[in-house]
């Protein structure tokens, strides 16, 4: 056959292993971590899942290579009974699909203890680092001595020989993104004045001695990738000039060269390429960097589309392509581009939901693909023993995928829309140029719900009569939710557009805008409307805004916010006219918040009408989604795929 994209389809061996092809799937942290660092059922099936989608490779995130950290705390220690076992398991697991197993070798230095829930005990660990001083978080860290140096080396060499015994077939040494490498290798963090600072070579003392510690436990031909951070973006960090020299000096003791970005705590939203990045915006230091060395060379940040990825390779800006989130959101994506059905991938919204919800709950999830932390639950897509017909009510997100996963079950799916294109809220992100992944997901599972046989018919409200007359043996009520319009004065006029919208084009917003509520989609839409050069008010009735946006997404949507708009909260609207918005401040004052053009971003509320109304269409009924009470697209898809596993 003739593959769409030959060169991320071709097969490259490094080392002595052979991998399918070029696409790999980076380091995320499983969550399932047992009390004694070992690796737990979910976090097995979490990279099991990642193999199964056809990737070459699969990295299982972060093992800690000495005792002195306990940051991200996956252990592989002969002394815990379960250590070798589970991480045999997991090998086994990923190999078994394909993929070639590899495992992040870390140690967090300075930053030990940045994931641990409980945070008081992570001021009991040792932080190391190449410096003493006193972090942000007023935890207090030392510079580590020639003993504490020669023990982490050769903690790193005792543990990649335990992964390469537990059958991992490749070891990625993690000297990027601010951990203990990282701060041994960046001025930023190395003031030292022995051999381990100073000169680039001599910062680089460090990472060369625990890569000679790993190759001799490892032996040749065992592949070595090394993960790099090209340049750090921040003044006191080296550039991609000294990224080069580094590269170049490290080069000699690895296979493979994972060139990513900046660190975790400096730069989160360059690290993790967030929404208002380009895609792929960091492959230039990759590029640059393979200019001057000969080994392989990996990019990733921010990659979720075939075509783009397939030119970095054809044009040789790198060798590899890694992913981390998209391989979330579809963990399918080198199966179908292997097979040329990249019309079915998925794409990653960058909404950071996967990375704030191990914050906020210690658990992983991804807002678009319900699988993501429940791998093991033996919710895998069976044959429904009698097959049923399905009404599906509603082609936002969750009704969509409802059908989806309904008709992959067998069952005979017809999914009605009320209006001329499926999406739902989906569609009113069109006009938001850093949500377009969120706009082109209706879409997305438009084309999955159809290929697996539901049939979708546009146009078409659901009445009671209509529902009656079709007979349905069950209907999954995803009706969504409207906008919500208080009775404010004024709130009516004709220099009022709803956030909903805005896509529809029906009315010119003028270049003075006030936008009414500073939820996440008012505080996107005002981000837009700031981005187009408008001026922006945004008037909030609470004492902050983006409340409802996640933990790891807030903070770059404040800090848009802040550079582009003019941020008003504690500010009950009153009234609105055609020269904005009266308000009454905290303290009584009435005041006009000025604006030609209001945009109304006041909520939402269930569509409770239309469930009342076929609520007893069927023998067999689920309300999902904003219809049953307004959320997430997380919670829509994940309530989808379940009610249509229930059927
Ligand atoms: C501006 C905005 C931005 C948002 N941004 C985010 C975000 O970044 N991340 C996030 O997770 N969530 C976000 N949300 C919330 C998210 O969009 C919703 O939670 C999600 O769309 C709910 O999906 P749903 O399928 O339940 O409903 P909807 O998306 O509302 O879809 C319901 C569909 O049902 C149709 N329908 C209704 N009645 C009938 C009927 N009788 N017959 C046929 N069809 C009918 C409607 O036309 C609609 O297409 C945002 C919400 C808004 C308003
Ligand atoms: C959920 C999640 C967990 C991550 N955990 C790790 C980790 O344990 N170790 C690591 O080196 N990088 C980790 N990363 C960073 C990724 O490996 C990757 O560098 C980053 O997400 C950028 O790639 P992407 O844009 O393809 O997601 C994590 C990223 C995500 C999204
Ligand atoms: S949760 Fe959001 S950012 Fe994370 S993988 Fe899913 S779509 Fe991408």
């Known amino acids: 056959m003739e593959r769409k994209y030959p060169h991320l389809c071709k097969p490259i061996r490094i080392g002595n292993v052979w991998y399918r092809n070029r696409m790999f799937s980076t380091p995320m942290g499983g969550t399932d971590i047992e009390l004694d660092g070992c690796i737990g059922p979910k976090s097995q099936a979490f990279y099991e899942y990642r193999a199964k989608g056809g990737c070459a490779a699969v990295t299982v995130s972060e093992l800690m290579v000495h005792p002195s950290d306990g940051s991200h705390a996956y252990r592989l220690d002969e002394s815990i009974l379960n250590s070798l076992p589970k991480a045999t398991y997991t090998a086994d697991a990923i190999r078994r699909h394909g993929a070639i197993p590899s495992i992040e070798l870390s140690h967090s230095g300075m930053y030990a203890g940045t994931y641990m829930t409980d945070k008081t005990k992570s001021h009991g660990l040792n932080q190391w ?25 050769a903690a790193y060499g005792h ?12 070891v990625m040494v993690h000297a990027g993104h601010g951990w203990l490498l990282n701060q041994f290798l960046s001025p930023m963090f190395n003031h030292r004045t022995d051999e381990y600072g100073g000169s680039t070579e001599n910062r680089c003392r460090l990472a060369i001695e625990v890569l000679k510690s790993v190759r001799a436990a490892v032996g040749p031909g065992f592949p070595i990738e090394l993960r790099l951070s090209g340049a750090e973006f921040v003044p006191e960090g080296y550039d991609l000039d000294e990224g080069v020299k580094i590269a170049k000096i490290l080069e000699p003791y690895i296979d493979l060269l994972h060139v990513t970005a900046g660190t975790y705590q400096r730069t989160f939203g360059i690290t993790h390429p967030s929404m208002f990045e380009d895609h792929g915006r960091n492959v230039y230091l990759a590029a640059e960097i393979k200019k001057h060395v000969s080994v392989p060379v990996a990019t990733i940040g921010g990659l979720t589309d075939p075509e783009q990825m397939e030119e970095i390779i054809a ?4 060798d590899i392509v890694e992913m981390g989130r998209q391989l979330l959101a579809d963990p399918f994506l080198p199966q179908k581009v292997m097979e040329n059905r990249d019309d079915e991938i998925v794409h990653c919204m960058r909404c950071f939901v996967c990375m704030s919800e191990r914050a906020a709950t210690g658990t992983r999830r991804c807002a678009i693909n319900p699988i993501i932390g429940r791998e093991d639950e033996g919710m895998e897509i069976t044959p429904a023993p009698v097959k049923k017909r399905v009404l599906v009510v509603g082609g936002g997100p969750g009704g969509l995928y409802a059908a989806y996963t309904a008709a992959r079950r067998g069952h005979d799916v017809l999914l009605c829309e009320r ?26 599972y438009r084309v999955l719900a159809e290929k697996a046989g539901a049939k979708i018919v546009t146009g078409q409200t659901v009445t009671k009569e209509f529902a009656d007359a079709y ?16 009775p404010i004065p004024g709130l009516d006029g004709e220099n009022v557009i709803l956030v909903n919208d805005q896509y529809k084009h029906e009315k010119p917003i003028t270049d ?6 500073g939820g996440i989609s008012g505080v996107e839409c005002a981000i837009h409307m700031g981005m187009e050069g408008k001026t922006v008010h945004l008037v909030e009735m609470r004492d902050d805004v983006a409340l409802d946006s996640v933990i790891r997404q807030r903070p770059l949507l404040l800090e848009k916010l802040n550079k582009l708009c003019t941020v008003h909260t504690g500010y009950r609207g009153l009234e609105v006219t055609k020269e904005g918005i009266w308000c009454q401040t905290k303290e009584g004052e009435k005041v006009l918040v000025p604006g030609t053009t209001v945009i109304c971003a006041l909520g939402q509320r269930p569509r409770w009408d239309v469930v009342q109304e076929l609520y007893d269409c069927a023998p067999w009924v689920r309300v999902i989604g904003d219809a049953n009470a307004v959320g997430t697209i997380t919670k829509a898809t994940y309530q989808g795929h379940h009610a249509a596993l229930d059927i």
Do not use: H, N, T, W
């Open 419 to 444: 209006e001329d294109r499926v999406g739902g809220i989906l569609k009113s992100e069109e006009v938001l140029p850093f949500k377009q992944e969120m706009f082109m997901l209706g879409e997305s």
């Open 159 to 170: 543990v990649a020989g335990l992964c390469k015994r537990a059958g991992f077939e490749m």
């Open 471 to 486: 007979k349905a043996d069950a209907i999954i009520i995803a009706a969504g939710s409207s906008p919500l319009r208080p």
């Open 512 to 517: 003075s805008v006030v936008v009414f509520g």
């Open 129 to 153: 680092s190449a410096d003493d001083g006193v972090r942000a978080d007023g935890v207090p860290y030392k510079a580590m001595s020639q003993e504490m140096i020669a023990e982490v080396v």
């Open 315 to 318: 044009s040789g800006k790198a």
